[in-house]
């Protein structure tokens, strides 16, 4: 049975342009099903969305186990069994190393091409948005494309799609670390690939992280992600990146006081204030307005009247307020001011 469930589940995928899929227990209970009548107790099909049963991934798994070898086939070069195989290891499994370093042969040998790979992985992502090894063969393969000509046009309208894939995946696993990683890695790879395009890139992530940012308070990811996007700009805009930092002090500030007893907010603003303070010796008439700003604005949150809600926000300001005097001592900065505040609070 499991060979008949393989080469069903092969005419699905080479008819179908599945683009999500999905294990569960009994898809011949759903309404809709477009596949044969003698199928729907194993797989359900509606459009593009797949569904396979937990018994047909058992079945298909101990089919691959007892009659694929991939010594054999590779050195026979049965490319297109090694592709089909492969897929549905890493279908049922995306943990499977093997399977992904198979699928890397089938690429090499020019069998698949990397655009087929990249609409692929993003087929698993919507099974498996948290495995680190598809996002690891999804960074080879990208590595892949940028070796080959591109225009700037192209480049851009790539990049797009690759920052779309890791947000349709952290909008269902919020703050996935290899994510985030990936996006970071695309970020700096683009702009290496092409500097003419760093600065398009950079207006185009500044806008989508903070739009995030906005919507998702919780996820660290993703402003971790944001500081490697501001430094970059940091270092285009040279001394003029005071006001950058400026700006962005104020604005996380507001999402401090609005929303309230979020340690990710604290933490980004420590980097900010930290790349801020770096710019010192530059600007040291601003620098003692910096400070004096930052204590006032802080040292507001301590009273009632600013909030409300207000354990976990004045823990977080408290600390934070530590934090920043240690950062001036440790430079050989008076920090006497800090000391009235912290006692009070």
Not at 118 to 124: D, N, Q
Request: hydrophobic share 40%.
């Amino acid at each position: 049975q499991g060979k008949q469930l393989f080469v069903q589940l092969e005419s699905i995928l080479e008819s179908v342009p599945v683009d999500e899929y999905c294990f569960m227990l009994n898809p011949e209970m759903l309404p809709g099903n477009e596949v044969d009548e003698s199928l729907r107790e194993f797989y359900f099909l509606s459009g593009t969305k797949l569904a396979i049963s937990f018994k047909t991934v058992v079945y298909l798994c101990n089919y691959l186990r007892a009659t694929f070898n991939p010594q054999v086939s590779l050195a026979k070069e049965d490319w297109k069994l090694v592709n089909t195989c492969s897929k549905m290891m890493v279908m049922c499994n995306a943990d499977n190393e093997t399977a992904w370093n198979l699928r890397k042969s089938v690429i090499v040998a020019n069998h698949i091409t990397c655009q087929d790979e990249r609409r692929f992985t993003s087929l698993v992502f919507s099974k498996y948005p948290k495995k680190e090894g598809t996002w690891a063969h999804r960074r080879w393969v990208l590595a892949q494309l940028l070796k080959q000509e591109n225009s700037c046009a192209d480049l851009l309208s790539l990049y797009k799609e690759e920052s779309r894939v890791v947000e349709v995946a952290v909008e269902q696993y919020p703050r996935a670390y290899y994510s985030w990683k990936y996006r970071a890695f695309i970020f700096r790879e683009f702009s290496k690939k092409n500097p003419e395009i760093q600065s398009e890139i950079i207006e185009f992530e500044l806008a989508a992280t903070k739009k995030w940012m906005k919507s998702h308070v919780r996820d660290y990811s993703n402003l971790v992600f944001r500081q490697e996007v501001l430094t970059a700009q940091a270092q285009r805009l040279g001394e003029a990146a005071w006001s950058l930092w400026e700006t962005e002090m104020t604005e996380n500030l507001e999402m401090i006081l609005f929303y309230t007893g979020h340690e990710s907010l604290w933490n980004f603003r420590r980097f900010l204030f930290h790349a801020q303070f770096s710019l010192r010796k530059e600007r040291t008439s601003d620098y003692a307005t910096m400070i004096t700003s930052e204590l006032s604005s802080v040292s507001d949150i301590f009273s009632q009247k600013v909030m409300e809600k207000s354990h976990e926000q004045k823990n977080s300001a408290f600390n934070y307020l530590i934090w920043v005097a240690h950062v001036l001592k440790k430079e050989g900065n008076d920090i006497s001011e800090f000391i009235p505040i912290l006692e009070d609070a």
